[in-house]
T-cell receptor, first 113, second 112 residues
């Protein structure tokens, strides 16, 4: 089975500053990795995903993430955040051979003016 | 295009009352379907998933149950709600190939 650890439960940052949300995973098989964003009282929206190929993945809203197999990490980054980026962010992992997607506990990103 | 619906959007129920939450998917056939619960300040907990009509897998023992009476309909039920059942319930679907899951808007359940 797979598991995910999001190292920061809350990340406060000022507007236009860069941000990194950290995610580490563990798995005995090859994995696919995802970042989702959740705005208050809404479902989850996919930001980006890594399935194969280039380890640097670009997503919506200016976010990107880098898959690092040796460090089993998939950290999410944005060079300059906006107030509208304030939300909960979830990292998720699924094994290539199963339907069992595991989510991290989430990181609450708060962007302050 | 595919869409996923959940209803009701919000629900307030007394302890001991029954529950029925519905999820339907449009624009695809034979999807994998999932029920998650999100408690306040916590991540998503997978409750049930289904790869076909009548095929339900339970991840966590609890007083909840799930059914899939039709290909694109997934129902979450309880005979008697507990206070601990309060939370945000999310339904999701995937096509089983890309492994990406698409989420519904969620149902906020408050048990009093």
């Amino acid at each position: 089975a797979q598991s995910v650890t999001q190292l920061d439960s809350q990340v406060p940052v000022f507007e236009e500053a860069p941000v990194e949300l950290r995610c580490n995973y563990s798995s005995s098989v090859s994995v696919y990795l995802f970042w989702y964003v959740q705005y208050p009282n809404q479902g989850l929206q996919l930001l980006l995903k890594y399935l194969s190929g280039s380890t640097l993945v670009k997503g919506i809203n200016g976010f990107e993430a880098e898959f690092n197999k040796s460090q089993t990490s998939f950290h999410l980054r944005k060079p300059s955040v906006h107030i509208s980026d304030t939300a909960e962010y979830f990292c998720a992992v699924i094994g290539w051979n199963n339907n069992d997607m595991r989510f991290g506990a989430g990181t609450r990103l708060t962007v302050k003016p | 295009s595919q869409t996923i619906h959940q209803w009701p959007a919000t629900l307030v129920q007394p302890v001991g009352s029954p529950l029925s939450l519905e999820c339907t998917v449009e624009g695809t056939s034979n999807p994998n379907l999932y029920w998650y619960r999100q408690a306040a300040g916590r991540g998503l907990q997978l409750l049930f998933y289904s790869i076909g009509i009548g095929q339900i897998s339970s991840e966590v023992p609890q007083n909840l149950s799930a059914s899939r009476p039709q290909d694109r309909q997934f129902i979450l039920s309880s005979k008697k709600l507990l206070l601990s059942d309060s939370g945000f319930y999310l339904c999701a679907w995937s096509d089983g190939y890309s492994n990406e899951q698409f989420f519904g808007p969620g149902t906020r359940l408050t048990v009093l």
